[in-house]
């Protein structure tokens, strides 16, 4: 069955750096846009960023852009989420996701598959 695992949370100084990853199974990664979307306490789970099937088109939520830089490996199944600058207002736990485009990650949709999360805590 499709799998996807999150890793890298934790938690970090304002100012600082992450990077989530993300290792796909189950599937023909090649098919599928990948993004990360993010859920607050007590808010709800927003988009943050996504990736087309080869990596040649990207969408950024304007909270992260030019901050936050997504990417992907299809030799290995593997999606990423370079996260600099970070302020508090980012802290959340993240989500990986895959969906049919990049364009049709760029909200929130039950037909997404989502992983099960990690927590970033950003810390002022």
């Known amino acids: 069955q499709v799998q996807l695992v999150e890793s890298g949370g934790g938690l970090v100084q304002a100012g600082g750096s992450l990077r989530l990853s993300c290792a796909a199974s189950?599937?023909?990664?090649?098919?599928?846009?990948m993004g990360w979307f993010r859920q607050a306490p007590e808010k709800e789970r927003d988009f943050v960023a996504s990736i087309s099937q080869v990596g040649l088109t990207t969408y950024y939520a304007d909270s992260v852009k030019g901050r936050f830089t997504i990417s992907r490996d299809n030799a290995k199944n593997m999606v990423f989420l370079q996260m600099n600058s970070l302020k508090s207002e980012d802290t959340a736990v993240y989500y990986c996701?895959?969906?049919?485009?990049?364009?049709?990650?760029?909200?929130?949709?039950?037909?997404?598959?989502y992983g099960q999360g990690t927590q970033v805590t950003v810390s002022s």
């Open positions: 996701a895959l969906g049919p485009t990049a364009g049709a990650l760029r909200s929130p949709d039950d037909s997404h598959y």
């Open positions: 189950g599937l023909t990664f090649t098919t599928y846009g």
